[in-house]
């Protein structure tokens, strides 16, 4: 199971943060995992950004639930983060992951500088 | 919300046992899993639901949960342990990791 983070490495302030995570090695669409995001800042820990389902059910971080919208697109074996009015401290790493209860496989990351 | 608390940072000689603690509110009800992060790389799983080993993790890699702490124990530590490790829970609906360890292997 692979994953990979695109999208854009800059965002300026007040804008949309998007995130693709393409998928290979596994189908979103046989609904046996949750698909989840999860960033860094630099020299800071983990923190976790949500989770959404092939049906498109989602849990989010209570902390960005309002700024929060995650999707999926079977079709293209991806799913999506959208993060709105981005601040400077929205810059991170993020990571998509396989929500396998627990998380079992990870992208490699994408720096996101806002 | 739910916290875990780790310490910063800890220190091992080589060869000997590394014992991280994780620590929260009856932590021993809920299952852990445990995380390795080096330097410019994404989080790798090393234990699940309290001492499960994924396929490809050294034995010398355990874990345990009781009462208010889980603990991650590295018997053994090598130079290639040298890392952050995260403690994670699943607790009303959220993800949740604690802060983080940064172990030294001397």
């Known amino acids: 199971v692979q994953l990979q983070e695109s999208g854009p490495g800059l965002v300026k302030p007040s804008q949309t943060l998007s995130l693709t995570c393409t998928v290979s090695?596994?189908?979103?669409?046989?609904?046996?995992?949750?698909w989840t995001w999860i960033r860094q800042p630099a020299g800071k820990g983990l923190e976790w950004i949500g989770r959404?389902?092939?049906?498109?059910?989602?849990d989010y971080n209570l902390s960005l639930k309002s700024r929060l919208t995650m999707s999926v697109d079977p079709s293209k074996n991806q799913f999506s983060l959208q993060l709105s009015s981005v601040t400077a401290a929205d810059t991170a790493v993020y990571y998509c992951?396989?929500?396998?209860?627990?998380?079992?496989?990870w992208g490699p990351g994408t720096l996101v500088t806002v | 919300s739910y916290d875990l608390t780790q310490p910063i940072s800890m220190s091992v000689a080589l060869g000997q046992t590394a014992r991280l603690p994780c620590g929260g509110n009856?932590?021993?009800?809920?299952?852990v899993n445990w995380y390795q992060q080096k330097p410019g790389q994404a989080p790798v799983l090393v234990i699940s639901?309290?001492?499960n080993r994924p396929s490809g993790i050294p034995e010398r890699f355990s874990g345990s949960n009781s009462g208010n702490t889980a603990t991650l124990t590295i018997s053994g530590a090598q130079a290639g342990d040298e890392a952050d490790y995260y403690c994670?829970?699943?607790?009303?609906?959220?993800?949740?990791f604690g802060g983080g360890t940064k172990l030294t292997v001397l």
């Open positions: 992951a396989r929500d396998n209860h627990p998380i079992d496989y």
């Open positions: 090695g596994a189908s979103i669409s046989t609904g046996t995992y949750y």
């Open positions: 959404v389902y092939i049906t498109g059910i989602t």
């Open positions: 009856n932590i021993g009800s809920k299952n």
């Open positions: 639901r309290d001492s």
């Open positions: 994670q829970v699943w607790d009303n609906s959220a993800w949740v």
